[in-house]
């Protein structure tokens, strides 16, 4: 499902300007990442896909919906949107009942419903927890209910809000895979971060928003490799791609296995040129 | 930013200058003069020749009278129709209608009655819009009051514009994921639910740590502390204030033997 923002302004009630004239379009099954300092309107852009914010200008359409017509509650069966603070959504006794809320607000069949839950148990590694209470799990395994409750909903769109933070490595693993699945499954994926490795790994598509307009949009490694324009809104490359940078390498590598390729093909042209200059010397 | 339950407005006025505890003398001496004075005609006086000079003086006019005329004037106005109609007794009527039997009596009692609570209500806004909570605190504790008060009452200003923005995410959150918060009775109170429940727990989890926080600073620590803001007490607030004692005994001693 396609996401179109045309010339999207909106201020805050008070005044604040946080988004000054956006355009673009997210194409159904992209992986997106958006990223940017705190106060560049990532936040305020996306709240604007699932229709939480009306712009003050423009518009923004989901598919055939605008979002100006169309209830935050009916918008939730195209648009999931995962909270950054899994604590301001948990409200049920077991994990089974908060994950079964969404689909269940959704009217799917009782049949429907408890196949998603099945679902999206198993992708966040809950399986087996059904009868706990959100509560007597850790942070990071309540991240993984809220984030099964906006999964159960099977929305064409999954918004995250900062998926990382906090998380350890194993739970940032998992989220991995989560999004791995949801790009198999044909899902757009968009993502806020400030994490720019996971940005990285994961995703194919980066915007970079600054001041409330969008600075950088295009493919993942093109756009992490601009430091220059990225560090306008405090953001740092991933580390491969600095590493790169500081080996004066032309490529912007983005994944260890990219890295790896891109190092033997330098090494091998060091090789040659040292052996040509042996040759030379002899 | 979201709005805050503190009225305070930061102005430079010899009126923010005052001490605290001075000026929340003025306001409960200012009270009580209006209520022991048996002169009829105090409330009125006070309010026109003290409270809106001080208003202006402590350059916080505007929203002063914005905060009458929206709240005070119809209050004042409703009570003062109310005791009109309703307060028995009194021999001039002025005018029946239906069973009711408006005296000239009731009418000057009514009137009496309302501009007490306008002055009381007026002075408060007044002591309110100059003081800073949290330097009031600050003062009130250093003259005996007991922390745990202090914090009570500040803590209680700041938690609730917090609450309010944690309602407002967690109705967004659940608001994403299908639930209809608009529609019929039923329906809305059944929306309560999945609001009411996050709202407590976070609210319940927030307490803890905040009693960590402050534990942290060695707030149940015995023995004096001091204070990062330093609040002026001049020769000038202790005259006020003693000031304001004397006219307040004198109103008492004039109502009982005047």
């Not at chain 1, 991240?143 to 194993?170: C, H, N, R, Y």
């Not at chain 2, 609040?231 to 005047?258: C, E, K, N, Q, Y």
Request: proline residues 5%; charged residues 20%; positive net charge.
């Amino acid at each position: 499902m396609n996401i179109e923002v045309e010339d999207l302004h909106f201020s805050y009630p008070g005044g604040v300007e946080a988004l000054r004239g956006i355009t673009l379009r997210i194409e159904g099954g992209e992986l997106v990442a958006m990223v940017g300092q705190n106060g560049s309107g990532k936040t305020t852009l996306v709240k604007h896909f699932n229709g939480l914010l009306q712009p003050s200008r423009g518009c923004v359409r989901v598919g055939d919906w605008d979002t100006r017509t169309v209830s935050v509650a009916r918008l939730a069966s195209r648009v999931g949107y995962v909270f950054q603070n899994p604590d301001d959504q948990l409200f049920c006794k077991t994990v089974a009942e908060e994950v079964a809320f969404g689909p269940r607000n959704l009217g799917y069949a009782p049949e429907k419903v408890e196949q998603l839950v099945r679902r999206a148990l198993a992708w966040t590694g809950l399986t087996g927890r059904e009868g706990t209470n959100p509560y007597d799990l850790s942070p990071t395994w309540r991240k993984m209910v809220a984030l099964a409750a906006v999964l159960s909903m099977d929305t064409p769109v999954v918004i995250f809000d900062e998926p990382t933070t906090g998380q350890d490595w194993q739970s940032v693993a998992r989220m991995a895979r989560v999004i791995a699945m949801l790009r198999e499954e044909g899902k757009t994926v968009i993502t806020i971060t400030h994490d720019m490795d996971f940005c990285a790994e994961n995703f194919t598509r980066v915007i970079a928003l600054g001041g409330g307009q969008v600075l950088l949009d295009g493919p993942a490694d093109e756009v992490l490799g601009e430091a220059e324009i990225l560090a306008q809104t405090f953001v740092e490359p991933p580390q491969l791609v600095r590493l790169a940078r500081r080996l004066g390498w032309k490529e912007t590598p983005l994944t260890i296995p990219v890295f790896l390729d891109a190092c033997r093909r330098s090494v091998r042209k060091e090789d040659g040129a040292d052996g040509a200059e042996r040759r030379f010397d002899t | 930013m979201r709005e805050r339950l503190s009225f305070y407005i930061q102005r430079h006025s010899p009126i923010h200058r005052l001490n605290p505890f001075t000026k929340l003398t003025l306001a409960f001496a200012l009270v009580l003069i209006s209520f022991f004075s048996p002169w009829y005609w105090t409330a009125l006086c006070l309010i026109l020749l003290v409270i809106f000079p001080l208003a202006i003086i402590g350059r916080v006019g505007r929203e002063f009278f914005a905060a009458a005329l929206r709240l005070l004037v119809p209050v004042t106005g409703f009570i003062f129709l109310m005791q009109s109609l309703f307060l028995p007794g009194g021999e001039t009527v002025l005018f029946r209608f239906w069973f009711l039997r408006v005296t000239l009596e009731s009418v000057a009692r009514a009137f009496l009655i309302s501009m007490r609570i306008f002055g009381m209500v007026s002075s408060f806004i007044l002591f309110l819009l100059t003081t800073h909570p949290s330097e009031l605190m600050t003062d009130l504790t250093r003259r005996g009051l007991p922390g745990t008060v202090a914090y009570v009452i500040i803590s209680t200003l700041q938690i609730l514009p917090q609450m309010q923005a944690k309602a407002q995410t967690i109705i967004a959150a659940q608001r994403s994921r299908g639930l209809a918060v608009e529609g019929s009775f039923i329906r809305r109170v059944r929306a309560l639910v999945p609001l009411v429940g996050p709202l407590v727990f976070g609210s319940l989890v927030e307490v803890e740590e905040r009693a960590i926080a402050i534990e942290a600073r060695a707030f149940s620590a015995t023995g004096p502390k001091t204070s990062y803001r330093e609040i002026d007490d001049t020769p000038f607030d202790r005259t006020v204030r003693w000031l304001m004692v004397a006219l307040v005994v004198l109103s008492l001693a004039a109502r009982f033997f005047g």
